[in-house]
């Protein structure tokens, strides 16, 4: 035999190449092939049916014992990706249908009870049985990615108390079936070594991971994908330096005294930041009455991390009362924090008064803008800002305005200054109310920004229409300091409204086809276009072939027209497409779905 055949690496990358069943049949050929075979048929895993194969067959109906896990753990050491999916977040992975019952579930009934006892343990007893006989520090110790996504959380129950030494990536969503007390909080709290943990992917889970986790892995990406509830911000992931990678959500009471805000800057590292904004109004405080706030939060402009005025002994005083009524009664003050801070334990958070012999008392309320001015101003290669349907064009002037200043930009590739969906109550209004942030305002915000040299992919969908005034000069003065776009997103197609009662559509967004073609041709790396609202009824009988778009392959609009998007002319837009975006992908398409032409009456 060659002395090549005798390096397991070689092995190792012709193994790469076989099926399961192929090393399944290689491994039973002899000891050689199988020592090679069994890493490569265990190396990842996406059921946990294989695992209790390797449980005596009879391991429901009698006690295990020790020796029965021999197997189990011999196995399972060789599992380095443990991938737990249902195939849609609608249909999640159950368990298996033989272990599923639980207490909740048994019969009262004497015969039913001694039959389902007959039937043997459930996926909860079966595995606090494994776990009893010896530490599940054995289980699955060279275990590095972890992936559970629309799953039962009752999958956490083997895998809670791993040692966890290997593990580098965790990525957990949608879960179903929640328990109470939270089987994912008890999975974190439970881990023993995270020395390599750098990827924490946990959707709405900001108050699911202990804070210690955040503080002592090594992390470098973390992601809460969030919907925006009323917790604050671990301190932990503003004092990683390691991060560069960060998705979070701010909400109203995201800061507190835990954070200490004003002592130093963070996060010199970061690369990415993705950010979901509550939308910031001080007139929410429950301490601001009329025009003069009571609470330091409404003091604007906070863009140097400081109020521009204390409050007056009267105010302290009133603020004061107003809270221990509050404790008195056993309410909670909208003013807190969802960890349980008090307002006197918010109080004085260096923010209010320069002078420290003077006391002030603050909700701890800040704009998101105060987050950015935190930074250490760190080089972003993407930035992407989410605000909420009913945010204002200050507040997101403010926040950009922030952002430019506390963050090196020059080598940004992805921007998205975009809106959140909107889900409403009413079942006779459809869609989402108009937008406050005007078209003005966004373009102001996005110009802040400006020279974006590497720029790749632009997202401006915070407010509709921001092509909504032909100006070739101001297209020009945007389009020369961002040359390198190659993906261009506009608007968004929920920016319309639809009445069941009236029976008729409100486009919020109409973007002349004139001025998107003379937008894009100024752009010349640029690929892809996806607008969310076209104006249908304007469209131009002789469209003018200087703003041309050959570049762009890839099209998608939606078209306003009248009500239910009627009454646009076909040969008009044929007209428009084939000469604005001659080679895009529209062109081809046909139009007769209502995604890309509302029918003429």
Request: with cysteine; net charge neutral.
């Amino acid at each position: 035999m060659h002395s090549a055949w005798l390096i397991d690496d070689i092995w190792h990358l012709l193994l790469e190449h076989l099926t399961k069943s192929d090393l399944a049949v290689l491994a039973q050929t002899c000891h050689s092939f199988y020592k090679l075979a069994i890493p490569e048929i265990w190396h990842t895993t996406t059921s946990f049916e294989p695992l209790l194969r390797l449980l005596p067959d009879d391991y429901r109906q009698r006690a295990l014992r020790i020796q029965d896990l021999e197997r189990l753990d011999f196995y399972s050491a060789h599992i380095r990706l443990l991938h737990i999916e249902g195939s849609d977040v609608g249909q999640p992975l159950h368990l298996p249908a033989h272990l599923r019952k639980n207490k909740s579930q048994e019969p009262k009934n004497k015969w039913k009870k001694k039959k389902a006892e007959s039937e043997g343990k459930n996926w909860g007893q079966v595995w606090e049985e494994v776990s009893s006989l010896r530490s599940n520090a054995f289980f699955l110790p060279n275990l590095q990615k972890l992936r559970i996504s629309a799953a039962d959380e009752r999958y956490f129950i083997p895998i809670t108390g791993i040692l966890g030494k290997n593990l580098e990536h965790i990525y957990i969503k949608y879960m179903h079936y929640q328990q109470t007390p939270s089987l994912v909080r008890g999975f974190f709290e439970s881990l023993q070594d995270i020395s390599k943990l750098e990827y924490l992917f946990v959707r709405d889970g900001q108050d699911l991971v202990p804070n210690g986790l955040i503080t002592n892995a090594p992390l470098k990406h973390v992601r809460f994908d969030p919907h925006i509830k009323e917790i604050p911000l671990l301190p932990g992931v503003l004092h990683k330096d390691t991060l560069e990678h960060l998705t979070i959500g701010l909400t109203n009471v995201w800061c507190t005294a835990a954070l200490k805000i004003s002592k130093q800057r963070y996060l010199p590292n970061l690369k990415t930041l993705w950010l979901t904004l509550s939308t910031f109004s001080p007139t929410k405080c429950a301490y601001y009455e009329g025009v003069a706030p009571d609470c330091v939060c409404g003091l604007q402009p906070m863009v140097d991390g400081s109020a521009n005025k204390a409050l007056t002994a009267l105010q302290v005083s009133r603020m004061s009362k107003s809270a221990h009524e509050d404790q008195t009664k056993g309410d909670t003050s909208p003013c807190e924090t969802n960890s349980g801070t008090s307002l006197g334990a918010m109080a004085a958070l260096d923010l209010a008064d320069p002078d420290p012999a003077s006391r002030t008392i603050d909700c701890g309320r800040r704009s998101p803008a105060t987050f950015f001015h935190a930074l250490d101003h760190p080089q972003l290669e993407l930035l992407n800002l989410k605000f909420q349907h009913d945010a204002t064009g200050p507040e997101l002037l403010n926040v950009v305005n922030a952002a430019k200043k506390s963050c090196r930009l020059t080598n940004l590739k992805e921007l998205a200054l975009s809106g959140s969906s909107w889900v409403g109550n009413d079942p006779e209004f459809l869609q989402r109310p108009a937008p406050k942030i005007r078209p003005e305002e966004l373009r102001e915000a996005f110009m802040m920004l400006l020279p974006l040299p590497h720029l790749k992919l632009l997202r401006l969908s915070a407010a509709p229409n921001f092509l909504d005034v032909f100006d070739l000069d101001l297209y020009s003065t945007i389009t020369s300091q961002i040359p390198s776009v190659e993906t261009l997103y506009l608007g968004n197609r929920e920016f319309m409204a639809s009445s069941t009662m009236m029976n008729n559509t409100i486009f919020y967004e109409r973007v002349p086809m004139k001025n998107l073609a003379a937008f894009c041709s100024m752009l010349p790396n640029l690929k892809e276009v996806s607008v969310g609202y076209i104006d249908g009824l304007t469209l131009e009988s002789e469209p003018q072939a200087r703003f041309a778009c050959p570049h762009v392959k890839n099209l998608t609009a939606w078209w306003a027209g009248k009500d239910w998007g009627y009454g646009i002319n076909r040969n008009d837009l044929l007209n428009n497409i084939r000469m604005y975006f001659p080679f895009s992908d529209m062109v081809d398409r046909e139009f007769l779905e209502t995604s890309y032409l509302f029918e003429q009456r």
